[in-house]
């Protein structure tokens, strides 16, 4: 069997790729639909670059793995919280699965893969990982030196976090032209490096992720959904639709090139971590927090920002410094991660925060959450409401916070002070959703087919038993069974192994188990302070 | 002045020199160097960095150190090379053959 290709298209989703392969702006992975098996294909909570990408290469929930967000806590009773690396997957992956039984891999742009794992093969990390430091993300050593011999090679442009920044924060009229051609440019700058790599170091499992259409549906939304564009274009406007159905129509052509220096016996797997749709809504939640009297901001933080639609996305430390420790039960850390973190310790004390004290303060936010209104229409806000062990079973559950939401209409939580709780964008955005894309194909897939979902973490047991390779048994996902011909299976049964054992560098959380009189104390004092009727 | 470990320093401005060659940096960066006026780089620069000295040294509280630094007057946040590297000696864990 020859190699298996895997193309990551990160935010990608049928409702927007339907229509542009209908228009034939994207006729080559209309023919890869044709040719093969495709399916919706759900994230995990929550629907993000960095937990969802993890899930599918370890084939694990985020309470499996551990990672929650584009930053973890440092530990689960910690405020602060660090950078996420490689180190903080805490699981196997296929690029290690592959290359412990003597598979050689390229990776290239996927996120949490810095410092990079010492697999057979090349890895260029992705995600947040600064251009400036590219160099010692790279492996094997030596790797960035070659690459930086290609012609055009420049890794400012392969790696920019304006470009995250602006997606989620906004950018003015002016600069979106220029927004989407630098995407443009940057998928063109990844697919140069992996035809590089693809001929130099010819690999059994090559992993290439093109980010710009998570980026693009973020802030052009408007532009792309055929069901948001404005009925009469202006002139900027149908000059954004075009750009943008040009950065797809690239996009398109990049993936075509890939398949065919795969070669005709690969195996195709083009898959999304998460899927996109329209939103209007921000939700303040940090000052609806304020407003319950589960937090107090620090003297002179509670300041409203410029703008009532900022959600705070690079400003990680501000919590720790922005609210007041003594008097604060319940804050957001975050905007990406969806989530309410509770406090490990007594307000303004040294005693921990029994387990049941913070069951019963994440039940009473739940409580609350669910019956805000929209100013606007009188309808709950909150669509659904998490607690942490229902959102993240697994070993790692107590790093990902305390509660985890989603609102009505898939909008964004800004962790920002306001005095508009909930505030409308005038102009529609893109905000993840669960269903992303699954489209596969190669030799015993069934080609024309659309099968019911499949999970995200259904993606790693099919890459490793494309690779001959048999599937752990601590995963979380399945074989796909069913978007293989019925004589496949037989032709290459699949095998199981016995999990391996994963090695923590840190000890497990510390138990926070208080004694039942303690409990009682603690509540006491809850209720004391106002937190707990 | 804070206990520097030689090793250390060296350790952490081979690295700088490494990189600084990719940012068309033509100064030498010595202790005196600082990251952000004299380096040019960016705060998610500084962030990245303490993955890779924490990846090297063993676990820091960095974040922790970053929130104070950020807690600082603008024009005092900057830090040399110097004292980031102090900061790593005094708060990196004894390794197995120290113990």
């Known amino acids: ?533 | 002045m804070n206990q520097v470990d030689p090793e250390v320093l060296d350790g952490v401005l081979e690295m700088l020199n490494e990189l600084a060659g990719d940012w068309e940096y033509d100064g030498e960066i010595t202790p005196d160097t600082r990251f952000l006026a004299d380096l040019g780089l960016e705060s998610l620069d500084i962030v990245v960095l303490g993955t890779l000295i924490q990846h090297r040294y063993g676990r820091l509280p960095f974040a922790e150190y970053l929130e104070e630094l950020g807690q600082r007057p603008v024009e005092e946040r900057d830090v040399t090379v110097a004292e980031v590297v102090a900061f790593v000696c005094e708060n990196r864990q004894p390794s197995l053959e120290e113990v």
């Open chain 1, 1 to 533: 069997m020859g190699p298996t290709l895997l193309i990551g298209v990160d935010g990608a989703t049928f409702s927007v790729l339907d229509p542009y392969i209908e228009r034939g702006v994207m006729p080559f992975v209309g023919d890869l639909v044709d040719r093969g098996a495709r399916a919706p294909l759900r994230s995990v909570m929550p629907p993000l670059t960095p937990p969802a990408w993890t899930s599918l290469v370890t084939g694990k929930r985020p309470g499996q793995h551990g990672v929650f967000d584009f930053f973890q806590k440092e530990q689960p009773d910690s405020i602060h919280f660090q950078f996420a690396s490689s180190q903080d997957v805490r699981s196997p992956t296929i690029w290690s699965l592959a290359s412990e039984h003597d598979r050689r891999v390229i990776s290239l742009n996927f996120p949490l893969m810095f410092p990079p794992p010492a697999v057979e093969g090349c890895v260029v990390p992705g995600g947040m990982m600064p251009w400036r430091q590219l160099r010692l993300g790279c492996h094997p050593p030596g790797l960035f030196d070659r690459l930086r011999a290609l012609p055009g090679f420049n890794p400012r442009e392969l790696l920019n976090m304006e470009l995250e920044i602006k997606a989620i924060e906004g950018c003015p009229d002016d600069e979106y032209a220029d927004w989407v051609e630098l995407h443009i440019a940057r998928e063109q700058s990844w697919f140069e490096v992996a035809r590089f790599l693809m001929h130099e170091e010819p690999a059994e499992l090559v992993g290439v992720l093109f980010d710009g259409v998570d980026k693009l549906q973020h802030l052009c939304w408007r532009f792309i959904d055929p069901a948001c564009r404005p009925a009469r274009p202006s002139r900027w406007e149908r000059e954004m639709i075009e750009r943008c159905e040009r950065y797809f129509r690239t996009l398109d052509r990049l993936i075509a090139e890939l398949v065919t220096i795969a070669g005709p016996t690969a195996t195709v797997v083009l898959a999304s971590d998460h899927g996109f749709g329209p939103t209007h809504e921000v939700f303040h939640v940090n000052s609806w927090l304020e407003r319950e009297g589960y937090l107090t901001w620090a003297d002179g933080q509670n300041g409203a920002a410029d703008r009532d639609t900022q959600v705070g996305f690079a400003e990680v430390t501000r919590h720790v410094h922005a609210l007041d420790w003594d008097r604060t039960l319940a804050y957001a850390a975050t905007p990406s991660s969806q989530g309410i973190n509770i406090v490990s310790r007594m307000p303004g004390s040294d005693r921990p925060l029994g387990e049941d004290a913070r069951r019963t303060i994440a039940s009473e936010l739940g409580d609350a959450l669910r019956a805000i209104k929209r100013p606007h229409d009188g309808r709950p806000l909150v669509a659904e409401v998490w607690a942490r062990e229902d959102a993240f079973p697994g070993p790692h559950a107590a790093l990902g916070p305390d509660l985890s939401l989603l609102l009505a209409d898939g909008g964004t939580l800004s962790i920002l002070p306001s005095d508009t709780l909930v505030a409308r964008r005038p102009e529609t955005r893109g905000h993840h959703r669960w269903e992303g894309i699954f489209i596969a194909s190669g030799s015993g897939i069934r080609e024309g087919a659309q099968v019911d979902e499949l999970s995200i973490v259904d993606v790693a047991p099919l890459i490793l038993h494309r690779l001959g390779l048999a599937v752990p048994d601590d995963l979380a996902g399945r074989l796909p069974a069913e978007i293989f011909e019925p004589e496949e299976l037989e032709r290459r049964p699949p095998r199981r192994s016995a999990a391996r054992s994963w090695t923590e560098s840190e000890p497990e959380p510390a138990d926070l188990e208080l004694e039942p009189d303690e409990q009682a104390a603690v509540l006491q004092r809850l209720r004391a302070l106002g937190y707990v009727e």
